[in-house]
């Protein structure tokens, strides 16, 4: 589980990486009056952000199981 948590925040990482890049290039875009270009690019960043919104969601709730379970396991040894 450890190994799922671990690829989910690297993958949670990864996403804001692009999400920042595809900031940078909206924003030369809107500089060389490609505004409308710019406008889909920011659109498409914004959406990285909400994927990385839920998988941050996604990785509290898989935290708060492995801590429940973990507290399981270990009123059985």
Do not use: P
């Not at 505004?35 to 990385?52: F, I, T």
């Amino acid at each position: 589980m450890l190994d799922y948590m671990r690829t989910m925040a690297n993958g949670i990482a990864a996403v804001e990486a692009v999400a920042d890049h595809v900031v940078e290039v909206a924003a030369e875009l809107d500089a060389d009056g490609q505004s409308g270009a710019a406008d889909v690019l920011r659109m498409l960043a914004r959406n990285h952000r909400v994927r990385s919104l839920e998988l941050q969601c996604q990785l509290a709730a898989l935290g708060g199981d492995y801590i429940a379970l973990r507290q399981d396991t270990a009123g059985w040894m």
